[in-house]
């Protein structure tokens, strides 16, 4: 039985996501992000499930950059997850007695609509995270009447569900990744995702559409890109890029090269199933079959059978 | 003496960049971005100093998104601050008797060695803003023994400054930007900066490289680009572009121009002068002039002049 | 009634081409390419009529470099006319007398099927051009029993038609261009071919990828390209363009205007009904009014009014 | 000793060309560049030499489809010879005797201003070739009175030179080739070029574009490139592409495996020396040494060592 670090304490959207990710798996909370990912660097766990994205807050700037900079891991699973918000209280606690909302500043924002229409009385107060708001909501001195926070939440800390699903968006959902030490890769299935950091080698006019090229000669789509700094002060940043197909594809493992010869350092962070099972439209002669094949010419040609 | 709304509370880096950006305005404290934002749209200041992006943190995401959904706003003016941290304590406190340190996340990451070397028994506590730290430090009651912060945070509290410049990196830069209502354009400078949101018409693949080449052929250089997401699931985004020059010059203008015209959406966020004074290196056939001829020549031609 | 010069003498198929172009025109046949061309140039015609490329034999590059190099002058309309070859010998004569046949050596190597299945005992004999060759035949005391031309050759000098449509392929055709001294130019009609000639400023790596790029960003399609040597030695070489859409049209004249900027030289050579009709294909945000548009729209955001 | 078919006959230009690639070689001269290279082919000869293209001229369209169409040749070879007229007559003739000059027409061209200067009343008749010229005027009752051709072909016929290098032009260069039945390339010499012949799959707007960008990706620069017709009609071209770099080369094979994956068929002409003796710029990340480390790199990565 495998052992995964997660995003904690327990009661989180990271929890819900790994449980779907490995249902069978022990899990071991971490306190942040990075805990999490150290925990798998050091052995104490087998992987570590984390956040990347957002569909409303967007990227997860800590992932990305312990990513790029931190000990490697690679992407092994990723997963999209409905983000469902509830409002969560004590038993006993109806709306109408709820003066004062504990949850993380991101359910503040994506909430607003339910608590100005339902609690509009209710002061809201940033927590840590939605988890850390149901936990502390469930302490019977609770300065707090309510939590926003994901269901599972409610469960753990034996709170219940005033309100289900009061975002005020139904559709946002957060890209969630598994990570392992470095070792084999999962095998390609036909919709795969890749994902890269890429540094420059020099900042000049024009290297991010060269990078670009380097995929769509290919035919390589790309479906994320996401600047960073470099620390080097303003104006010197890298890149997350995430893209259609595994490192095993002929057309991706060339471009990936192609990248890795023009740039200043590729860190190559996994190719893996993709979620949504879409697979990527194989532009003409870029399929692995022809690239086999203009290989086989090639060879021919170099040892002169024209 | 115009009025400038600006994050909040008094003592913060903004703060700073506001006197810096323009020392005579009256200063106007906010709660938080979009607060001092909308203080300006709605007329409560004549425009609004915010950050936009850090060169550990990178984007400042809700000040990047208030300037893509909100009511438009035109940067008029930039500054590229040195970010210093000080260790700021109440008269009397010396570095052994602290216990407890109060600071912003983004601090406590960005002064991890200082602390590890001379606070390492300290417990360091997260803040809303390293000026609330201070604030609070400043209370003859608080549990917290020190605060990180700016050092304007400590004249403003009353706060000794026990050591300055305690960050990490020496070289930490935040950039902020000035920002009024829609109105006249700054004069070009030679040395201008141009800010624009653009949404994706229909997300196909080579979308990026086409708005890339826009710029490209018009030898008109990027300097940054984030993606955000638009909200409707994740693999949905929209951009921030800067680039060189100002949208009065010819080559940017037509960029821009051709952006509209093939992008779902392109909102001008401004052009003005560069906080680092540099001035592009025009491409061949890309200066104003050439563009005057190049338009006159057509127009000859048009005419049958040939 | 407007004097035509052409490609003589008379019974070419640039006759041919001529009556087709304009029926009622004043025919001038001149001894070749350039002194058709130097007749309109010097006002001894109102314009004239020359092949400028076949669908077998290629570009015609004495055209090609008249254009490119001399006085200038306009295309106003181009034909594209199917060249079929006739057996063409004095009244008498029937195909197995025939010894010796003359004719142009384009139409030695068109017809080389026919002649080897039904004149196989025949000497080929190359003349200056396929009419020359139908004079020559027509005279009595001629050493050749036929002539391989056009039909209308036999018309002229008296020859009875023996076999029609004798060459090897029945789809080749010739393009030919009617030109005038500079003027206004043909209205846009929606099927528009514009051709160009440029130099290059410098002949860096890339500049005709720089090139085409001009054209490819603003959704003009190119129909011809040729490289022709500028004299400077080998390896020097400057390019004649066709493509879809008329100089009137917004796109091309951006795209035109651009080249102008970025090379050495740009020779406008005209736009002009394209003879095959087809209308070309208007990518997103390239029509003429996507561009007046976009050029509203950049003058109100450079006027300040977001 | 290896025998070499040229174009004929004895005293043309082409000779003096084989006779600097190869001067030991016996010397088959032949009527036309088809029966050159058709000698190559039919082991009449062990190879050939034809001209290729003229910096004036431009290309030599019948060498470039046999190259197309043909059985496949191999260039070994290339050569770039000064084209240098001269004068030629029958010994006594001097040159206010001349009245009638023969040549090609090509001389006729290049030697314009000589024979307005220096035999302002002299007919100059079109020859098949300068060599043809010679020959013929050696002939006792020729009617031509000099001839405009090599010098060698004066030495060749017994001719006298009157004038030497009479072109008005005195840069004016032919390249000529060397091709062999298909067979080893010769080695890589950091000095070559590579020619290909290319159809495209569908001629589809921006496929030219998309060639290009397979060579500038690699850091490939083209040196030439001609559009010939298809023979399907007007509009449908096939291209030659003369390139830096020798098919050996890492970045020169993958650009030659990507035309054949995306064109509809790649023609290998060969790599070979190039006369000029110049080395390419080889840009940033395109060497065989990078091209081989992110090779390795790639293994690595795939292999799961990360």
Redesign the interface.
């Known amino acids: 039985m495998p052992r995964l670090a997660y995003l904690g304490p327990e009661g989180t959207f990271t929890e819900e996501a790994l449980r779907l990710l490995d249902p069978t798996a022990e899990r071991l909370p971490c306190a942040n992000v990075s805990a999490a990912l150290n925990a798998a660097r050091a052995g104490d766990a087998d992987g570590a499930v984390v956040p990347l ?6 990227a997860i ?1 800590t992932t990305l950059d312990e990513f790029a900079w931190g000990e ?1 891991l ?1 992407i092994t699973a990723e997963l ?1 997850l409905p983000v469902q918000f509830s409002l969560l209280a004590r038993p006993g606690t109806e709306i109408p007695h709820i003066k004062r909302v504990y949850t993380h500043p991101a359910a503040i924002t994506q909430c607003r609509a339910f608590v100005a229409r339902e609690l509009p009385e209710a002061v809201v107060v ?1 927590a ?1 995270s939605t988890a850390a708001a149901a936990q502390e909501v469930s302490l019977p001195g609770s300065p707090y009447d309510a939590a926003i926070a994901a269901r599972i939440a409610g469960e753990h800390y034996g709170l219940v569900q005033l309100a289900a699903d009061i975002g005020d ?1 139904s ?3 957060t ?1 969630f990744v598994k990570v392992s030490r ?4 999962p095998a390609p299935t036909g919709s795969d995702r890749t994902t890269l950091v890429v540094f420059l ?1 020099d900042d000049h ?2 290297a ?2 060269e990078m ?3 995929f ?3 035919g390589v ?9 470099t ?7 890298f890149f997350h890029f995430d893209f259609e197909g595994h ?2 594809d002929a057309r991706v ?2 471009a ?3 990248l ?4 200043g350092e590729v860190r ?1 962070l996994g190719s893996y199933p993709r979620a ?1 099972g879409i697979a990527p ?1 194989i532009k ?3 399929s692995d079959a ?2 086999a094949e ?2 086989d ?2 060879a021919r ?6």
């Not at 789509?221 to 960073?228: A, G, V, W």
């Not at 620390?231 to 940043?237: A, K, L, N, Q």
């Not at 890795?260 to 740039?263: A, F, L, P």
């Not at 040609?301 to 024209?306: D, K, Y």
Request: with cysteine.
């Open positions: 994205e957002n569909s409303i807050e967007g700037t490697p690679l999209l940033s840590p968006r559709d946002t959902v890209r470095p070792g084999p890769l080698a006019p024009g991010l559409l670009l090229t380097e769509s000669v290919r789509n790309l479906t994320r890109i996401e600047s960073r700094p620390g080097d002060g303003i104006g010197r940043y490192i095993a493992g060339e990936i090269a192609g890795h010869r023009i740039c190559f949504d439209q003409r002669g870029t022809e690239f203009a290989g010419w090639l040609i170099r040892a002169g059978q024209v």
